[in-house]
């Protein structure tokens, strides 16, 4: 009841400034993606995890100490950014927050939609997906995929929300990474870690996520909740 009476709360707060296709009523765990990630043309929404910068900006800012450089005066420091790479720890490290898109099979002239969550639904006239894409040094070595929750979070599933995980390794080349089940993971109390699969690193990884059954899953990803890579160097 907590979690119900905590999630009926979150969605009072959450406004839709994009038309989103029409879900279906028998899948009350729905929720829409945040106006905050709305930009404007030649713009593109990111929620960084090194920096923790979050907003719209014109090019990637998650490997910039600075953040976005948009409202840097400075052209020289503009173009330091342009050039800037990501490094790698010699630690290595687990990122979370990576870029996250819905996409619509059912309704194929929506465009996508960016969010910074984790948002899935299937049912029997509809589907909502997602991309997801992380940004790795080119030194990173032996990625793990996988997700957290912590024991606060605003996160539910239904009872069958399996989530399959396919890796875009190229055009036209998609491998499956393996699958994560969020069924019944909102009602248990404490945090909880899932491994997902293990790859090959690149400095881009982006993964096909799609509903094996009919449900849906939210979860709201922040610094330490959602989908992360972890990686050696």
């Known amino acids: 009841m907590f979690y119900r009476q905590a999630l009926l709360a979150s969605t009072a707060v959450l406004s839709l400034s994009v038309a989103l296709p029409t879900a279906d009523p028998s899948l009350p765990y729905l929720l829409s993606p945040r106006d905050d990630t709305q930009c404007i043309a030649g713009t593109t929404f990111y929620a960084c995890y090194l920096n923790h910068f979050r907003g719209c900006c014109s090019v990637d800012p998650c490997a910039l100490e600075a953040g976005c450089p948009d409202n840097n005066p400075n052209p020289n420091n503009n173009q330091q950014h342009h050039h800037q790479q990501v490094t790698c ?137 959602g989908w992360w890579v972890r990686y050696t160097c």
């Open 89 to 225: 720890p010699v630690s290595g490290t687990q990122v979370f927050q990576p870029q996250m898109e819905m996409i619509f099979p059912t309704e194929p002239a929506t465009s996508p939609i960016p969010t910074p969550d984790l948002n899935l639904s299937r049912s029997a006239t509809t589907q909502w997906n997602q991309l997801m894409t992380f940004t790795l040094p080119s030194e990173a070595r032996q990625c793990t995929l996988g997700w957290t929750i912590p024991a606060r979070r605003n996160f539910t599933a239904g009872s069958n929300a399996l989530v399959r995980v396919l890796e875009n390794v190229a055009p036209g080349n998609i491998t499956r990474i393996g699958a994560a089940d969020f069924s019944y993971w909102p009602q248990t109390p404490g945090p909880h870690e899932a491994l997902v699969g293990t790859l090959d690193c690149k400095e881009q990884l982006q993964f096909h996520l799609t509903l094996e059954h009919r449900d849906a899953v939210f979860m709201a990803q922040d610094a330490q909740t």
